[in-house]
């Protein structure tokens, strides 16, 4: 028979451990031809989640945002993972390091 302390402490670990489960919302971005597509990503307020970002390019290309804080080279023909969030509403753009002028976007927070 197992102690009352032992399902004690079984019920605090899964009280803290189930929402680490919880499946983090994935959204998709590519880089093709030194542009972002799309452009524009609509993701929810208050919620973190994870951006992947497919460079479809032979060459490299960065990730920047200055108002996500973020910043990730993406080697041509590879992918990279970004977490961003939770964040309040609002828009947040971000643009590509090494082509600046063609590669650029938002995330949109609603």
């Not at 302390?5 to 971005?29: D, H, M, Q, R, S």
């Not at 479809?56 to 996500?68: A, V």
């Not at 509403?89 to 609603?110: C, I, L, S, W």
């Amino acid at each position: 028979m197992r102690s009352p302390g032992y399902l004690a402490l079984l019920l605090a670990l899964a009280v803290v451990c189930l929402p680490a489960l919880a499946k983090t919302p994935i959204f998709e971005l590519e880089i093709r031809d030194h542009l972002f597509q799309p452009e524009e990503i609509r993701i929810p307020a208050n919620t973190k989640i994870k951006l992947v970002v497919y460079n479809r390019d032979p060459t490299p290309e960065e990730f920047e945002s200055y108002e996500l804080n973020r910043e990730k080279v993406i080697m041509g023909g590879r992918k990279a993972n970004i977490f961003i969030g939770p964040l309040a509403p609002g828009v947040y753009p971000f643009f590509g390091e090494f082509n600046p002028r063609t590669a650029q976007g938002r995330v949109v927070v609603e």
